[in-house]
């Protein structure tokens, strides 16, 4: 019987480093007033290594998130991609609208609220126009605005 009984023992308790059963026999010995069983003794041994095997595991993903970021991306050629974001619905004119109005929680929300929206005359005016000169020129004498640029630098 006390052979089957360290038998029992002993396969219960293989999967872990000597360091944590003698760390969980110890700590049944002195808090439990009776004799523990196999599965007393490696629940406290899983316990004691659980920081180490959260590690190891942690470490693990982080090897193969490395690994997986190391492999190049398949190529899609640039009419194969354009297939697949029409397919998925994401057109110019989708993206335009979510870009105008960002704030729309949904798609046709976005298109809806850009439907009918006459531009904004910086968005009708070239880039090097003199209206766009005086916009600027205004925007730096203004010390919120340069104060905000310079933060944000």
């Known amino acids: 019987m006390k052979a089957g009984l360290l038998e029992a023992f002993v396969v219960a308790l293989a999967p872990y480093p000597a360091w944590a059963t003698a760390q969980a026999f ?8 009776h004799r523990p069983s196999p599965a007393d003794i490696a629940e406290i041994a899983r316990a004691k290594t659980r ?18 970021a190391a492999q190049p991306a398949a190529h899609v050629d640039p009419e194969a991609a354009a297939s697949i974001l029409a397919q998925a619905g994401f057109t110019p004119q989708r993206i335009q609208a979510i870009r105008a109005a960002p704030m729309a ?4 929300a976005a298109e809806a609220q850009t439907a009918g929206r006459a531009p904004h005359w910086t968005e009708t005016v070239a880039p090097e126009s003199p209206e766009m000169a ?6 730096a004498a203004n010390q919120l605005i340069s104060a905000g640029a310079e933060r944000a630098k």
């Open 26 to 33: 110890d700590e049944w010995m002195a808090t439990r007033k």
């Open 51 to 68: 920081r180490l095997r959260d590690e190891i595991e942690d470490r693990q993903r982080q090897e193969q998130r490395r690994t997986e």
């Open 105 to 108: 929680a949904t798609f046709a």
């Open 134 to 139: 005086v916009l600027r020129a205004a925007r």
